[in-house]
């Protein structure tokens, strides 16, 4: 695991809360990155990396949920630690609602913040892999033609070459030429496996 | 005529009128002294009585408004102990490697000590506000007030997401006062503007606090960019039982006043044209209250 992947960015408005918290994040073998505000932190963007982002409920300005809000909306893969010098239940449960991984109560242990920061970069990591993943796939699917990509719609549902001839208008034996053709660019060898690939990539079975 | 020797006239026998009315009068003044010290003992009585049941209800307010700042108080000392738990974990993280840096040690521990003071102080204004007791008249600065009551708040203003802007006079705004009463005054207005602002959603939220001479007076006002007070309601907010909060037990501002009038002071309030209601008080100082 090299450096690069135990990144922690910290976002809290108190300079001796940012300060305490680098302080023993680097100790504990992170590398650490601290912003005063919300918008600082929009302002200096990050890059799809094993990361996580520590970060005070109550700001002025932009506050905590509005951040994650703003997150949101730009998919990066970078999950959620609320800090909070006063959690109420229905902030609390907001944020996790809108998938914080971990809500601390200030002050709050070492263990408990280093187990949170463990999580987040376990399922930072897993929806990077996911998200290469679908990526890869989409980049499959953007080779097909839009006929290839009507076959690939029907073979989905399990239709038979029979039926799906029938649907489209074309000859079971052209349907079958499209079918391997599908099936050699999405580099899958069964229909089992093009299903399993298709949903990684967002693509649903109705 | 006939004269007895040796028996003269008794002093009773030549005297009794005047002794018995000497007496009387006596009685009577014993009796009136009396009567005035049992009346002027009751009225002292009565007095007191009357003072203490005004400080509890005061004591009662203060805890009141206390009890409406409790996130914020929580919030105000949480912080610095969350750093100092950092900061103590951080530094037996150091002093566990090989090489110490003791320079960053050091940091640590003066970045501990002033946490802890802070959240000291924190709790420290708390208590002198929730405690309850004789008041102490002293000299004190108007400015020096504004400063403790907004410490008090600050946490409150990042909850609800408050800027604050402050008109301090540059030269000290002395007074003679109960320091603890006249916090009690600007806690609770800052309080009520703090409130009326909650209630604004789309506008900036902006609470501003100024200080001032005033001849032979001084001036503190705060202002919100609340709604306002309502012009029909504007000469009766400082009346006992006057409240427009839901929860509200109408005491706070009829407090403020007779605390403000006590100290030969004025309180009132008005609204801004632009944005918002303007409370202000004023206390008499000058420079003889100096030594």
Known sequence: MNVLERKVFVVDD?????????????????HVETFASASDFLKHGVEPSVSCLVLDMQMPELNGLELQAALGETDRCLPIIFITGHGDIP???RAMKAGATDFLAKPFHE????????R??????????EKAEADEVRLRLATLTSREHEVLLQVLTGQLNKQIAGTLGASEKTIK??????????????VADLVRLCEKAGIRVS | MIDVPGSPLSFWQQHLTLAVLTGGVFLLQSGLIIALVVQNRRRRWAEREARQRREELSHMTRVATMGELTASLAHEIN??????????QAAQRLLALEEKDWGEIGEILADIAADDLRAGEVIRRMRTLLRKGESYPTVLDMNDLVAEVLGLVRGEMILHNISLSLELSSDPLLTHGDRIQLQQVLLNLVVNALDAMKETSGRSRKL????????????VSVQDSGAGVPADKL????????TTKPHGLGLGLSICRSIIQAHGGHIGCRNDPNRGAIFWFTLPSGEDLKE
């Open chain 2, 79 to 88: 912080q610095p102990l969350a750093a100092i738990l950092s900061n103590a």
């Open chain 1, 120 to 129: 987040a970069h376990q399922r930072s990591r897993q929806e990077l892999r």
């Open chain 1, 177 to 190: 030429v499209h079918r391997g053709r599908v099936m050699h660019k999405m580099q899958v060898q069964s």
């Open chain 1, 14 to 30: 108190e300079l001796s809360v940012r300060k305490s918290l680098s302080r023993l994040l680097k100790a504990a073998g992170f």
């Open chain 1, 91 to 93: 902030t609390s449960v």
């Open chain 2, 235 to 242: 000469e009766y907010v400082f009346e006992p039982f006057f």
């Open chain 2, 208 to 219: 501003i606090v100024r200080t001032q001479a005033a001849g032979r007076s001084g001036e």
């Open chain 1, 111 to 118: 263990k408990d913040l280093l187990d949170a920061i463990e």
